[in-house]
């Protein structure tokens, strides 16, 4: 058979249901056999939109979100999409075109060694130059993507290649086994032994826990020990908000009061999936102080990478919440923490921050006591990076995991518009809202057009400070305030008028009282029209957020 027909066909094996992509010359054997698959394919507007929409698919649904591009700069349009998902550890595979083998070394046409421009960014590039192994090089880098740390991975696909045919039987062709990391016995006696001794004990969940659908057995271990439970940004879901035990976010940014407070009464932490970046650790001299550290990672190059803990265990974090688990049921009877989780409760009910502003300009925090107000615990949020991001950290409950989508280190500015499409396209009956910048929302507000082109509503809530806001608060500290005013004619940038020029629709709010009536609009609007729908909420310019060098001296 051709060999991309095989390719399609591992794609369709391997779960792939829908792919992103922009076809070029060197990448039309591919669209060939995807033209007669059962795989839907969306047409993109820009290369990095596809794998943002990769990335948004695949943390709703936890398997490998699929891009393509055609040879040169699609692939380097990829980058960004690239390291954000390695960043954050989201499996995608990606596939690009190339220019024939022969041609390679003779500075062809958009032909680029993507594969080691690619390789920092991925945990795994390669290069199919065989077109046998193109089926397998297929099993592998979904097998690659998908195993410990999940990830990235990048296959180039030589035009050349691409055309010739091979042998193959589809039906004695099955996934790659992926087995996840077990934890050590003795580890996890000693991570107990550990919690049972220490009177102010946290569990720390990070984005691992959520990866590795282990929300439910960290309840469970949580409520048998009577332990309260923080989450990082990226672990946003995993405890829901109202749950007796939530113990908030530790950080300099995206942190909530009590978080900070528990957090530095703390004895113990019990950090599972987490990476401890230094927007939530800030000064690590303050973060460590004298408490001790278990750290539980699936990766071992992880421990000890920004410190080194009193425990280090190389485990899957739901095997290893397991384990622990059935330890505890094993010990029976242990003390009672009653006397923190209430000290923990007391802090919860007296550290908070305003949302309920009335003031004009609005306030950021008064967007996001409507949006809590209106959304229930089902709906599905993506948000990028900015002083958006850390208001949304700070004052946005969330109850579900996969429902907080945040692209967490690499920040790359536009990807809620493409992420919100991926998201959408996973869960076509959820209500999807991206929480969204102005400045953010012109890098990839081109993919507004692929919404419209297949129907795929969302709303986007966007608050307008026409401002590099986040930059503007940073520059505070240099006593300036230097190219980073957007501001121009009445209200800048038009932002409802580009959302119309993409046949969609938007409102833009001056006051407060407003917000409510144009969240339920949008809604309306977004299931009437079947496309996005922009609520553009223009907020006070120069308001800034919490934030800090150290947890223990944040500027509220």
């Given at each position: 058979?051709?060999?991309?027909?095989?390719?399609?066909?591992?794609?369709?094996?391997?779960?792939?249901?829908?792919?992103?992509?922009?076809?070029?010359?060197?990448?039309?054997?591919?669209?060939?056999?995807?033209?007669?698959?059962?795989?839907?394919?969306?047409?993109?507007?820009?290369?990095?939109?596809?794998?943002?929409?990769?990335?948004?698919?695949?943390?709703?649904?936890?398997?490998?979100?699929?891009?393509?591009?055609?040879?040169?700069?699609?692939?380097?349009?990829?980058?960004?999409?690239?390291?954000?998902?390695?960043?954050?550890?989201?499996?995608?595979?990606?596939?690009?075109?190339?220019?024939?083998?022969?041609?390679?070394?003779?500075?062809?046409?958009?032909?680029?060694?993507?594969?080691?421009?690619?390789?920092?960014?991925?945990?795994?590039?390669?290069?199919?130059?065989?077109?046998?192994?193109?089926?397998?090089?297929?099993?592998?880098?979904?097998?690659?993507?998908?195993?410990?740390?999940?990830?990235?991975?990048?296959?180039?696909?030589?035009?050349?290649?691409?055309?010739?045919?091979?042998?193959?039987?589809?039906?004695?062709?099955?996934?790659?086994?992926?087995?996840?990391?077990?934890?050590?016995?003795?580890?996890?006696?000693?991570?107990?032994?550990?919690?049972?001794?220490?009177?102010?004990?946290?569990?720390?969940?990070?984005?691992?826990?959520?990866?590795?659908?282990?929300?439910?057995?960290?309840?469970?271990?949580?409520?048998?020990?009577?332990?309260?439970?923080?989450?990082?940004?990226?672990?946003?879901?995993?405890?829901?908000?109202?749950?007796?035990?939530?113990?908030?976010?530790?950080?300099?940014?995206?942190?909530?009061?009590?978080?900070?407070?528990?957090?530095?009464?703390?004895?113990?932490?019990?950090?599972?999936?987490?990476?401890?970046?230094?927007?939530?650790?800030?000064?690590?001299?303050?973060?460590?102080?004298?408490?001790?550290?278990?750290?539980?990672?699936?990766?071992?190059?992880?421990?000890?990478?920004?410190?080194?803990?009193?425990?280090?265990?190389?485990?899957?974090?739901?095997?290893?919440?397991?384990?622990?688990?059935?330890?505890?049921?094993?010990?029976?009877?242990?003390?009672?923490?009653?006397?923190?989780?209430?000290?923990?409760?007391?802090?919860?009910?007296?550290?908070?921050?305003?949302?309920?502003?009335?003031?004009?300009?609005i306030k950021a925090p008064r967007v996001f006591r409507e949006i809590n107000a209106h959304y229930g615990p089902e709906t599905y949020f993506v948000t990028a990076i900015g002083l958006y991001q850390i208001w949304s950290g700070q004052f946005q409950a969330t109850f579900r995991p996969r429902h907080?989508?945040?692209?967490?280190?690499?920040?790359?500015?536009?990807?809620?518009?493409?992420?919100?499409?991926?998201?959408?396209?996973?869960?076509?009956?959820?209500?999807?809202?991206?929480?969204?910048?102005?400045?953010?929302?012109?890098?990839?507000?081109?993919?507004?057009?692929?919404?419209?082109?297949?129907?795929?509503?969302?709303?986007?809530?966007?608050?307008?400070?026409?401002?590099?806001?986040?930059?503007?608060?940073?520059?505070?500290?240099?006593?300036?305030?230097?190219?980073?005013?957007?501001?121009?004619?009445?209200?800048?940038?038009?932002?409802?008028?580009?959302?119309?020029?993409?046949?969609?629709?938007?409102?833009?709010?001056?006051?407060?009282?407003?917000?409510?009536?144009?969240?339920?609009?949008?809604?309306?609007?977004?299931?009437?029209?079947?496309?996005?729908?922009?609520?553009?909420v223009m907020i006070d310019r120069e308001s800034g957020t919490a934030h800090g060098t150290a947890i223990d001296a944040v500027h509220e």
């Amino acid at each position: 058979m051709p060999c991309m027909e095989a390719v399609v066909g591992v794609l369709a094996d391997e779960g792939v249901e829908v792919v992103f992509g922009c076809p070029g010359a060197a990448i039309l054997p591919l669209y060939a056999a995807l033209r007669t698959s059962a795989i839907r394919h969306l047409i993109v507007r820009h290369e990095e939109g596809a794998t943002h929409m990769a990335d948004g698919w695949a943390r709703t649904t936890g398997r490998a979100g699929v891009a393509i591009g055609t040879s040169g700069p699609a692939g380097t349009n990829m980058i960004t999409g690239l390291y954000t998902a390695i960043a954050d550890s989201i499996p995608m595979v990606c596939l690009t075109g190339q220019a024939p083998t022969t041609k390679l070394h003779q500075e062809a046409f958009q032909a680029v060694d993507i594969v080691e421009i690619a390789r920092p960014v991925t945990k795994w590039a390669v290069q199919v130059r065989e077109a046998a192994q193109a089926p397998w090089i297929i099993r592998e880098a979904f097998r690659v993507a998908h195993s410990g740390r999940p990830g990235p991975v990048l296959v180039d696909l030589p035009l050349d290649v691409q055309r010739q045919e091979i042998v193959w039987e589809p039906t004695l062709s099955a996934r790659l086994p992926i087995v996840p990391a077990a934890p050590h016995g003795p580890s996890v006696e000693a991570a107990l032994d550990m919690l049972l001794s220490a009177e102010r004990p946290l569990l720390l969940a990070g984005g691992g826990v959520i990866l590795a659908a282990a929300t439910g057995v960290l309840r469970e271990v949580a409520e048998l020990l009577r332990i309260p439970v923080q989450v990082t940004l990226m672990g946003k879901g995993a405890l829901p908000e109202d749950h007796a035990l939530f113990a908030g976010m530790t950080g300099i940014q995206t942190t909530t009061r009590y978080g900070n407070a528990s957090f530095l009464e703390s004895d113990l932490v019990l950090a599972v999936g987490a990476r401890f970046g230094d927007r939530h650790t800030g000064d690590l001299a303050v973060y460590r102080g004298a408490r001790r550290f278990i750290h539980v990672d699936v990766s071992p190059l992880q421990l000890g990478r920004v410190f080194g803990p009193d425990l280090g265990v190389v485990s899957d974090a739901r095997l290893f919440l397991e384990a622990l688990l059935a330890a505890a049921r094993r010990r029976g009877p242990r003390r009672s923490t009653g006397e923190w989780v209430s000290r923990v409760g007391a802090l919860r009910a007296t550290l908070n921050r305003r949302d309920d502003f009335d003031d004009l300009p609005i306030k950021a925090p008064r967007v996001f006591r409507e949006i809590n107000a209106h959304y229930g615990p089902e709906t599905y949020f993506v948000t990028a990076i900015g002083l958006y991001q850390i208001w949304s950290g700070q004052f946005q409950a969330t109850f579900r995991p996969r429902h907080y989508q945040v692209c967490g280190q690499a920040g790359p500015l536009g990807w809620e518009i493409p992420a919100a499409i991926g998201v959408k396209t996973a869960r076509p009956d959820a209500t999807v809202v991206a929480v969204i910048g102005d400045y953010s929302f012109q890098f990839l507000v081109e993919e507004l057009a692929v919404a419209a082109q297949y129907d795929i509503p969302f709303v986007l809530v966007m608050l307008n400070n026409e401002y590099l806001g986040l930059i503007r608060q940073a520059e505070t500290g240099y006593g300036m305030n230097y190219e980073v005013d957007i501001h121009y004619d009445a209200f800048g940038t038009d932002n409802v008028a580009i959302m119309e020029a993409y046949g969609c629709s938007g409102r833009r709010v001056t006051e407060p009282d407003a917000i409510a009536d144009a969240l339920d609009w949008a809604d309306k609007e977004a299931r009437r029209t079947r496309r996005p729908v922009l609520v553009e909420v223009m907020i006070d310019r120069e308001s800034g957020t919490a934030h800090g060098t150290a947890i223990d001296a944040v500027h509220e």
